[in-house]
Every structure is written in structure tokens, then in C-alpha cells.
């Protein structure tokens, strides 16, 4: 039987390239040839990529390609296409982070993830939309126009990894790079009916990826089935003496724990559903789903139980204290010196550099962006620092108790991912504090550095769009999420009798002229 | 410039009303092979922007990693200055904005600084003065802006180029406690506490610790108390401050100018003043005032450094023998009275005479040429004596030749004329400036019988026993000679020829 070159996994396309059934650039032209035909731009399309390299790609295909015909040393996904989110620095391919200031800047380095997709053979088909420095959590805030949901092209596909997302729902890539501070790879997961990975802190270098708030930021797989995350982040994690908060310890095996998932037998294992993460302010469909899928893990022998986590409530406050104070400091280098955007100050003959920097970030960066530099400086203010930043840190203390108390007596939590299914354009633009709340389920993760998968859990009755299901696990115990996650995803398959992206309508072919390689 | 309008009051007459407050601040640049938080290297004096990478330019993405060789040197640093050494402490940011910081933070320490409370003792005129430390931390350099344009400043400048290979060296920050109660003695506690702090730097090879090419910055905090008070006043931090000399002048200068401002009913700005090496005053700052605010919180970055004990006490092992010990035992193995000694270590040459006894010079004759000369021309010029040009090994080189009968006192300086004029080795200078003593005894006899002609006087008196005349005629020979004779030796031919 052989394989079809865009809806394929990426372990089928592995596979496939193994036994000589396909080529590298069979499946990474097929890929470019439907990012061509579907992506469109800020107009109309998914409008997943912010930039294709169509050339770069094939040539990281043909070398794979030719690689493997000379007998090399191959990686497990040697010649399988990827899509970056445009966070992550590509050498020689435009970086710009979603946003205005950095228009036009290509990087003159990798980052430590590129590095290693590069050296392990898979060819970059470009990079995705987000919004603009990952802050959001619809696409929305991007400064090149919004990425679209492929279920429901009216629909946001997630923030700020929309465009990871929605590449690898509308088959244009088969895997996807994310990066998730508060929840933006599992959110957008949530709502494009994809898998979203963010691993332990530390697990996955973030050399190379630009900052929002390092101590939360974590780069992670986006991909369509549990099995192709354990592959993706197998090959982009470990240890990396350019990220000095990279974890020395190697993880349990990713693909073991998935492939053991897969099996179906939970025989032992303990799920605490977390009482905090559930109930009011969460769509009746979501909640629907979600005990459906509890349903399953005890048929697979698992015992539920509720745990309560008392601080989880206190999570997005701090979050929305932490991140804004790093994000202010981290972009604070973004000032028309070295790199980016100048912009010179009107009526004025000889500007200072003072000047050139105001004027160059108030036309640079966005709304939402401008918010949290505000937000951050002030709470990092002499005589505010210990009311805000100071007990935000606290709280995050807290945090990591209550996940530490519930991991003495469970094995993983689970939650929703995302508290609704994806709501329109537009609805939420105007009111940030609506917005952030999409990511109420997610931040107590990224706070307490513990992982995180969000996978399909079906659609709700009501509008019948995807719905998340999230997993934690303690910190290095990456391999519980795959585990629970991949016997999870064989039962609810079974059900629905295919993978749940079948079930989404065909996305609409683009013109030639619209959808003309860009 | 304000300062034309200050009233200045008179030194000795500050100290009738007021007790001066000192604080140092020293920022001492490392010599690590590379950079604080990557691998560029700090190689002084290469192309601008050549010595950079991702991580020291700031750009979107890197990441810093640190250097242990540069906590190493820290950690020695505190020892030496007999701090407690952090058992756990963290990077932290410093947030404001200027070109020349790539990242618009500065990666510095604050609240948690690598070693705290800590004390050197410092010389001055034979008294021990003990300088409280308040903490020694690590940060990183900024880049180097030239303001382009006829000031040279950054006011009225046309443009300004930025150098970032300055960007990411290591520096230490060595922060003193308030000194207080050195009175008069002020301005030279402080210059001995930055001159000897110096000697320490370069006793551990932390650092090159040269103040002309920036290695060691010194910033001025002083404040003035009416006497008997026990609040200290309002203080100035005084920056650009080059020299060990311009230590003590910035010290007694704004003693005179807070004065003058106090005297008057006035209150003194807490500001920083820029000290003008060429004029002696200091002139409001302005560009970066002490309110500002800096925004500390931990960098996220980087983990913390928890330098285990064993370590610590490993690198306690490797320091220099304690300053005040070592000049007790020198004193005594060269043999030089006190006053001597102080006034070797005022002049700051107390290394250098060091190593020029250890070349082979003996400890009068390096203190001579260092204190009686080197001093002499230091002050002429306003240099520092170590930045002269003069080496150790020149000096030792001379008197060796001045030992073997080569060279005499006088040619000798005429060699270090050559020296100091840039003319090569002492022997090049030799050879050049043909200053080498003549002992051919046939031009020597010559002289000596044209000397004895042209004073037949004087040759008569020696003939009649008179032997002391004969430093006339040597005084003649020497003229003829240009004073390229041994003296001994025409003494000894003018004898033999007249008894």
C-alpha cells in the first residue's frame, strides 16, 4: 500500500523512505505543492508560513536523498519535511518573530533545534506564522495578517503557534516546530485537532529561539499523531552547553513510552483530573469530550481521580506578571542599532539615537506587544518589584508544591487544554483579558516547568470543532505524557475509525495565481 | 561648564569644618582568554567588531553561557580581599537603554554578589588604614562608543560608531564601605587604596589592571559632614578618573567644591561629576543619574553559580602572599629604612623595584633609578611611573652595564633619555648615542697629557704631593672625554704620570 505523500505521518513517511517506496523530494515537493495551492496570504488561505523555501528544502532533500542512496548514517526521520515557527532563528531564512521590527532580518546563525533538524536530514519547508513575539493566542497578533483554522477558515487556529498548527492540520507539513510559553503549542494543538508537545524546561535547547520570557519558553514537537512528537522531540532534545538551563540528564526514551502506549494496556496507572481545571468557564462540548476520554483511560485500566491544586487559581496572574517582566527586558534590544527596522523621527533633522530608538519601536512592534512591555516595566519598578514580580514568584513556589503534592499520589494530571473550541477572528481582538484566559488550562505547566501534551479528544456536539485533551506529567517524566497519550489516541481512533483530522472538511484549493509559490 | 562658578574653599580649611567620606568603586577588567558569557575573544586592540558573535551582540535568540575562568578570578579576587565567598548567587539584569549595550541590559550581579564583607589594608606615610569592602560582583563590559565630531563628546557629536569587541568582557566590581575618618589624609587613602588594589590585581594575574588602557576604572564617591555629625552628607560619584595621580586630585577637588557649596547653605546634588584630567575639576555628569531606574530581577538565563567549598578553599591556596606581609619581608631583605619604603610604595613602584632586584639590580641601586629618576620624569610628564615605558629589565639591563664599568651614572641617564625616547634596547642606545666608557688607554693617556699641558699649575702641586689637585685634572679629561672615561682610570694614568 503506498503512502500518501502529504497525509501521511511522518513514522509512515519514515518508513516509506526506508524501504524505497518514496523519495525525500517526492514528499517534500508534495508538501511544497500543497503549501502552494492551499496557503494563500493575510487575504485569504490558511496563510500558515510567513516564508517558503521552496529551493533551501529541496536541496536538504536531494542531499538526504542522495545520503541514503550512498548508504550513510540516516537519522529516524532522515528526508521528512518540517515547518519552523518563525521564532526560531534559520540561518540564511528570514526570522522575524511575527513582527514589524524585524522585517527583513535573516539570522547569521541556527538555532540549536535547526541545527539539529538540519543535521538529522529533515528538510525546512519554511516558517510559520505567529503572533507577533509568540504573544497571543490566536495568530491574531501577527504583523503579517492572521493565520486561518483549517476546519473553519473563519475560525483563529490558536496562538501564538497558529501557524505550526494549522501547517500541520491542513497536511501542508507533516511535523512542525512550536515554541509554548503559556500554552502556545498545546493550545493551538487544542483547537486544529493536532498534537502539541512542550516538554520539561530545559529538556529542548532554547538557544536560538527569541525570548518572551525565558523562564517559561520551551520549543516542542506539533505534529499529527503522539508517535511522530516522540520522534520530533527525541531528535531536538538534550543537553546543549549554549543553553545553560538545558538539563544534563538524558530523558526516558520518548518512542518506547509511545510505542508501549500504543498498545492500549494502562494497567496501574494513576490520572488525577485537576478539580481547578474543569467546570465553569469551560464549553459544554469541551467537557463532554473530555470525560469521554477519561472513559477511555479507564477502559484501558487506569484509575481516575480527582486531585485538587488550591494555587492553580492564582496561575494566570502570575503569569501575566513573569512573562510581561521578561518580555520587557528581552525586548528591549529590539532599538534600531544593530539589526531590524530603523525608523527616523519626523521633523527632525538629526535625530538622537534616543529619538531613532522611540520612533523605531513605536512603529515596530504592535499593540499587544507594547501592552506587556508596559505592563513589565512597571511591575519591575523600583518600589513595585517585590509586590509584583517578587510574590508572582512566589505564587509560581506554590505552584510547583501543588504539582508536586499531586504527583505523591498520581502518575499524571489532566485537564482540557483550552477552556473553549476555536472561537472567530476577530471575537476576542479587542479584549485581551477574554484572550488570555484561553490559556487558564496550560501556564500552571510552563510556571512549574513541568511537560505538557495536548492531543485530539473529538469534537463537541455544539460546533463540532476539535477539542484538547492535556496531559502533565512531573518534571523529565516526558515519557508518561506519551505513554498515556498514545493509548489514549489508539482508543479514541478505534472509535472513530481513523485518525480525527479525517474528519475535517477539505481545505479549499487556492487559484493558481493565488497560490503561486511565494 | 558650571564649575567656573564654583566657589572652591581651601583644602586644610575644609578639613576645620568637615569630615570627608570616601567610597570607591573599581572596575577591574579581566584577562580571561574570552569573554564573560561566550567564547569571542578579549584581545585588546584588534579591528572593531571583530571580536564578536550572536551572544555579545545581543542578537534575537543567543543566549549567554558563563566563563569559569572568569568566576575563578573573582573568587580570588574576594579571597584576596578577605570576603566571604557566596555559597549560591545569580546574574542579574541591569535594564536601560544606550547604544552601546547590545542587549539594552547590562548582565551584572546584584543583590546576590559572588563575595561580600570583606577588608584590604591599606599604607599611607607608614599608617594602616582598613578599607571596609562591601562586595566585589561580576558583570560584563559595554561596547565602546567614539563620539565623532569637533567635542569629541557625544553632545555636538555628528555621529557615533560603536566598537562591541569591548562588549562582554568580564569586569569586577570591587565596592568599598564608606571610609571614614581619614581627614587629611583622604585624597591619598584613596589613591594608595586604587594603587594598591592594583599591585593586589596583578600579584593574582587576574587582570593587565593598566588605567591608561582602561583595564582598571575608578569611580570617586565622596560626601562631606559638618564635624562631629554622625549622618554622612550627600554624595558625587566622580567617573572618569585615569590615573592613580587623578585619584587624589578628584578627592581633594570636590572636598574643596562640596565645601564651598555646604559653606554657602546650599545642598549638594547627588549626581555624577566628570573629572578633566588636563584642568583638575569636575563638571556635572548629567547623562546618567543615580535615580534611574534600573530594573534588577535575576536573569533567567543563566543558573546559578554555587562554587562548591572545596573549590573555594582550592583557589584560596593559589593567592599571592598577603600585600602588608610581603612589603614587611621585602623592607627587610633589601634593607630600606621606612621612610624609603613609603616612599617606594607611594610612587607605586614597589613592583617594579621588585622586579628589578629580581633581575639582578641591587635594592639601592633599583630604588635610585625608580624613586631618584624614573619618579623624577613621571612627575615632569604627569604619567604614572609604571607607564612611562621603562621596563624593569631596562633598568636592570643599565645598572648592570653602570656595574660592570660600561656605564656610568651620568651616561646612564643619558640611556634612559634614549629609552624614554623611544631609541630601542639599552644597548642599541649605547651603540647609537656612541655613550659607551672609552678605556683605550692610548686615548686616554692623550687626554690626560693634554690636561697636564694645559694646567701645568695644578700638575706641579701633584708632583709636590698634592694629590688631592688631581680632581681638576680629572674634571678636564672627563670635558675632553664628553664624559665617556672611567673616572678611576684617568685618576690612575694622571698619578702615574706625575708621581
Redesign the interface.
Known amino acids: 500500500m503506498s503512502i500518501d505523500p502529504t497525509r501521511a505521518t511522518a513514522a509512515q513517511m519514515a518508513d516509506a523512505l526506508a524501504s524505497g517506496e518514496t523519495t525525500s523530494v517526492a514528499l517534500t515537493r508534495a508538501a511544497l505543492e500543497r503549501i502552494a495551492a492551499t496557503d494563500g496570504d493575510a487575504e485569504g488561505g490558511i496563510h500558515a508560513f510567513l516564508h517558503v523555501d521552496a529551493e533551501g528544502a529541496l536541496a536538504q532533500a536531494e542531499a538526504s536523498d542522495a545520503r541514503r542512496a550512498a548508504g550513510a548514517p540516516l537519522s529516524p526521520l532522515d528526508g521528512v519535511p518540517v515547518a519552523v515557527k518563525d521564532v526560531l532563528a534559520t540561518t540564511g531564512l528570514p526570522t522575524t518573530c511575527g513582527s514589524k521590527m524585524l522585517e527583513g532580518w535573516v539570522p547569521p546563525y541556527d538555532a540549536t533545534v535547526v541545527a539539529r533538524l538540519k543535521a538529522a536530514g529533515l528538510p525546512i519547508l519554511g516558517k510559520t506564522n505567529m503572533d507577533e513575539f509568540a504573544m497571543g493566542s490566536s495568530t491574531e497578533h501577527s504583523a503579517y495578517g492572521p493565520t486561518r483554522n483549517p476546519w473553519d477558515t473563519t475560525r483563529i487556529p490558536g496562538g501564538s503557534g497558529g501557524g505550526s498548527a494549522a501547517a500541520v492540520a491542513a497536511f501542508q507539513a507533516p511535523l512542525a516546530l512550536g515554541t509554548d510559553t503559556g500554552g502556545s503549542i498545546r493550545q493551538p494543538g487544542a483547537v486544529t485537532g493536532t498534537v502539541g508537545v512542550k516538554p520539561t524546561y530545559g529538556a529542548v535547547s532554547r538557544y536560538g529561539l527569541v525570548a518572551m520570557a525565558n523562564s517559561l519558553d520551551q520549543v516542542g514537537p506539533v505534529t499529527r499523531t503522539v508517535m511522530d512528537s516522540a520522534l520530533l522531540q527525541e531528535l531536538i532534545g538534550g543537553h546543549d552547553p549554549l543553553d545553560s538551563t538545558s538539563v544534563v540528564e538524558p530523558l526516558p526514551s520518548l518512542v518506547e513510552a509511545a510505542q508501549q502506549g500504543a498498545t492500549g494496556d494502562l494497567t496501574g496507572l494513576k490520572v488525577g483530573v485537576i478539580t481547578e481545571l474543569g467546570g465553569d468557564g469551560y464549553q459544554a462540548g469541551v467537557r463532554a469530550r473530555f470525560t469521554e476520554a477519561l472513559d477511555k483511560l479507564v477502559a484501558a485500566g487506569a484509575e481516575v481521580v480527582e486531585v485538587s491544586c488550591p494555587s492553580f487559581v492564582h496561575a494566570l496572574a502570575a503569569y501575566y506578571l513573569v512573562m510581561p517582566c521578561e518580555a520587557s527586558s528581552n525586548l528591549a534590544r529590539f532599538d534600531a542599532m544593530r539589526y531590524g527596522i530603523r525608523v527616523m523621527p519626523e521633523s527632525n533633522d538629526s535625530p538622537s539615537a534616543e529619538a531613532v530608538m522611540r520612533a523605531t519601536r513605536d512603529a515596530g512592534f504592535g499593540d499587544e506587544v507594547k501592552r506587556r512591555i508596559i505592563l513589565g516595566t512597571y511591575a519591575l519598578s523600583s518600589g513595585y518589584y517585590d509586590a509584583y514580580y517578587g510574590t508572582a514568584q512566589k505564587v509560581r513556589t506554590l505552584i510547583q508544591r501543588d504539582f508536586d503534592a499531586a504527583f505523591e499520589s498520581v502518575d499524571v494530571l489532566v485537564s482540557p487544554t483550552a477552556p473553549t473550541t476555536a472561537f472567530k477572528l476577530g471575537e476576542k481582538l479587542d479584549d485581551p483579558l477574554a484572550m488570555y484566559l484561553n490559556d487558564l488550562a496550560t501556564i500552571p505547566a510552563n510556571l512549574a516547568g513541568v511537560p505538557g501534551m495536548s492531543l485530539p479528544a473529538g469534537l463537541a456536539e455544539e460546533d463540532g470543532l476539535p477539542v484538547g485533551f492535556q496531559i502533565l506529567a512531573p518534571q523529565l517524566a516526558d515519557d508518561r505524557l506519551y505513554r498515556v497519550g498514545a493509548a489514549l489516541e489508539a482508543a479514541l481512533e478505534k472509535e472513530w475509525g481513523g485518525p480525527l483530522l479525517d474528519q475535517a472538511p477539505e481545505v479549499a484549493t487556492l487559484t493558481s495565481t493565488e497560490g503561486a509559490l511565494r | 561648564m558650571s564649575a567656573t562658578t564654583e566657589t572652591l574653599v581651601d583644602f586644610d580649611e575644609v578639613l576645620t569644618r568637615y569630615e570627608p567620606a570616601l567610597g570607591l568603586e573599581v572596575h577591574v577588567e579581566l584577562s580571561t582568554a574570552t569573554k564573560m558569557f561566550c567564547g569571542c575573544s578579549t584581545a585588546f586592540g584588534g579591528e572593531p567588531n571583530t571580536q564578536v558573535c ?1 551572544t555579545c ?10 566563563n569559569k575562568g572568569g568566576v575563578e578570578a573573582a573568587i580570588r579576587i574576594g579571597l584576596a580581599l578577605n570576603c566571604e565567598i557566596a555559597e549560591w548567587c545569580r546574574f542579574a ?1 541591569k ?1 536601560y ?1 544606550y ?1 552601546d549595550m ?4 547590562q548582565t551584572s550581579q546584584y543583590d546576590e554578589p559572588i563575595a561580600f564583607e570583606g577588608y584590604m589594608d591599606v599604607d599611607v606615610d607608614g599608617e594602616t588604614f582598613r578599607v571596609g569592602i562591601e562586595r566585589a560582583h561580576m558583570e560584563e563590559d559595554t561596547g565602546k562608543s567614539t563620539h565623532v565630531g569637533v567635542t569629541g563628546r557625544i553632545q555636538g557629536a555628528d555621529y ?1 560608531l ?1 566598537d562591541y569587541n569591548r562588549a562582554g568582557i568580564p569586569l569586577i566590581e570591587i565596592v568599598t564601605k564608606p571610609i571614614t575618618g581619614a581627614g587629611a589624609k583622604a585624597p591619598e587613602v584613596a589613591r594608595a587604596y586604587v594603587q594598591q588594589l592594583r599591585e593586589l590585581i596583578v600579584a593574582l594575574g587576574v587582570s593587565e589592571a593598566r588605567m591608561d588602557q582602561g583595564n582598571l576604572r575608578a569611580d570617586v564617591n565622596l560626601s562631606l559632614a559638618p564635624i562631629g555629625t554622625e549622618k554622612l552628607g550627600t554624595r558625587t560619584e566622580t567617573k572618569n578618573v585615569n590615573s592613580f595621580r587623578s585619584v587624589e586630585r578628584a578627592v581633594r577637588f570636590e572636598m574643596s567644591r562640596h565645601a564651598g557649596v555646604l559653606d554657602a547653605g546650599g545642598s549638594i546634588l547627588q549626581e555624577t561629576r566628570h573629572f578633566h584630567e588636563d584642568s583638575g575639576i569636575t563638571t556635572s555628569g548629567r547623562e546618567k543619574s543615580d535615580a534611574e ?1 534600573y ?3 535575576p536573569e ?4 546559578p553559580v554555587a562554587p562548591s567549598r572545596e573549590w573555594v578553599e582550592e583557589l584560596r591556596g593559589t593567592l599571592p602572599e598577603n600585600p602588608t606581609a610581603k612589603r614587611a619581608r621585602l623592607q627587610a631583605e633589601w634593607g630600606f629604612s621606612d621612610l624609603e619604603m613609603r616612599d617606594t610604595v607611594g610612587a607605586g613602584a614597589l613592583g617594579l623595584v621588585e622586579e628589578t632586584i629580581a633581575l639582578g639590580a641591587a635594592p639601592q641601586a633599583a630604588r635610585k633609578w625608580w624613586l631618584g629618576e624614573m619618579a623624577r620624569r613621571a612627575n615632569d610628564t604627569g604619567a604614572e611611573i609604571a607607564e612611562l615605558g621603562v621596563s624593569p629589565a631596562d633598568v636592570a639591563a643599565v645598572q648592570k652595564l653602570v656595574d660592570a664599568g660600561t656605564l656610568n651614572d651620568k651616561l646612564a641617564r643619558q640611556v634612559f633619555d634614549g629609552l624614554l625616547a623611544g631609541e630601542g634596547t639599552p644597548d642599541e642606545i649605547i651603540a647609537a648615542r656612541g655613550l659607551g666608557i672609552v678605556s683605550d688607554d692610548g686615548a686616554l693617556s692623550a687626554a690626560v697629557d693634554k690636561a697636564i699641558e694645559a694646567n701645568p699649575d695644578v700638575a706641579d702641586k701633584i708632583r709636590d704631593g698634592k694629590v688631592a689637585a688631581a680632581g681638576a685634572l680629572i674634571g678636564a679629561v672627563m670635558k675632553e672625554m664628553r664624559g665617556q672615561a672611567d673616572a678611576g682610570k684617568v685618576r690612575e694614568l694622571i698619578l702615574a704620570k706625575l708621581t
Open positions: 550572536p551582540l545581543g542578537l534575537p535568540g543567543s543566549m549567554p553561557a558563563v539584569r535594564n537603554f547604544p547590545p542587549k539594552n541590559f557615533s560603536v531606574d530594573r534588577y530581577f533567567p538565563d543563566l543558573v
